[in-house]
């Protein structure tokens, strides 16, 4: 399973983005699917998770009610809805997949390559 994640760039503080990954596999629902981000000199973290269905999410604490974590089934697409960034936000996103349902894996199957989100204040 390849996957592409794409919609990062600048924005002010305050602004939005929408972030894409794009999965290469017909078994796309088969895969709890996660955004996670690393920012310089920092540990990289789990963001948002989505079940399989679409019907459970988690958050971090720091973008809960800013972040939605969304899915289309049909386009092998999962979202990340970015709204009222933060300089805080700024890192490297990336999408990430697993088989288990579980929205904290001790790995994960499969990785995008990574989107850069900036937010200047």
């Known amino acids: 399973v390849q996957l592409q994640a794409s919609g990062g760039g600048l924005v002010q503080a305050g602004e939005s983005l929408r972030l894409s990954c794009l999965a290469s596999?017909?078994?796309?629902?088969?895969?709890?699917m996660y955004w996670l981000r690393q920012a310089p000199g920092k540990e990289r973290e789990l963001v948002a998770a989505l079940s399989k269905s679409g019907g459970g999410t988690y958050y971090a604490d720091s973008v809960k009610g800013r972040f939605t974590i969304s899915r289309d089934n049909d386009k092998n697409t999962v979202y990340l809805q970015l709204n009222n960034l933060k300089p805080e936000d700024t890192a490297v996103y990336y999408c990430a997949a697993s088989s288990l349902n579980t929205y904290s894996p001790r790995q994960y199957d499969y990785w995008g390559q990574g989107t850069l989100v900036t937010v200047s204040s």
């Open positions: 596999a017909r078994t796309f629902g088969s895969y709890t």
